[in-house]
């Protein structure tokens, strides 16, 4: 079935230098809008980036039944615009619409609806080298109905941002012991905005003791080590990658699936497996060169300089040689064409 697409392009907002714009603030010219109603996807268009008009009775206001992803654009050494790996953030927004019982956009529609949009707004992704665009496709029970239910109208927007260097220094986390950012059973694998606002209380008290963000542990022993804000975690501990394995509740994250591929490719020495608190503390405490980084589409690689763990604070390896760089480097340069897609995670426009 096609789902027709219509364009109506006009639109007053300039391509301006957003360099020195905040993440996420400055939207681009345009943005895609479908509506679900009597179990269809209809009226599908592309229009000048606008505010929404809702009812105050919209479900997604008062239960929460919202989902979203995000991806990156990047300019290719040769000209063209690249969205990085599209179908495997479809998949994710599948399992996480499933997970909160909202219907599926067939992928012909989010398909086309992304590259119209990112084509229309390719003027935006910025020239520099640590600049590509942020695509922000996302859905809403949009039905107007106060009692608590499965909604049956939704809206399914892509809205884009340009995005540059997303931290400017290395991370001082902590090791979160009291709350938990998801249990067996929840949410925590789906990209659901309930997640995030959980998430908040606990990494305001971290800020507030001067830390950027906290690592999340698994909720019934705060032993196992999960994941941090919007980034999977990974560490180089004896030369060896080391990651935590999926769950119910991290988030499969596209830039830790791409480099534990590229780890793989390279023949480093790589594990998937629980990451204990006290494996690292020790590690710590007997002196050993230890990396610890988060991995995610907004930051990339984020190296963490601090972890504190049990309330004392530990160094862990950042110098330029470390590994983590050498894996973003190679991320960056599959991304912008200067090295072999042998995976195929390029969709060019
Ligand atoms: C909770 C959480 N974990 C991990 C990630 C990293 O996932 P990805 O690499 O697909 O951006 C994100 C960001 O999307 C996130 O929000």
Redesign the pocket.
Known sequence: MAYPISISAQSERQVKDTKSIPFGKQPTEHMFISEYKDGQWQNSRIVPFAELTMSPFALCLHYGQTVFE??KAFHTKDGRINIFRPDK?YD?FVKSLDRMCMPEVPKSLFMEALHQLVQLDGAWIPEEADGSLYIRPFMIASEERLGVKVADEYLFMIVATPAYQYYAKPLKVKVEDTYS?AADGGTGFA?CGG??GGAFYPTQLAREAGYDQVIWTDSKTHELIE??????LMFVINGTLVTPPLSGT????????SLLAIAKDKGLQMEVRPVNVHELKQALEAGQKIEAFG????AVIAPIETIAIDGKEYTCYIAEDAMMYQLQKELYDIRHGNAPDNHNWNYII
């Open positions: 995000g991806m953030h994710r950012r990209k997640n995030y994941e941090s804000g919007t980034m999977n991290i988030l499969d994250g596209i830039t830790r699936d991995a995610g589409t907004a």
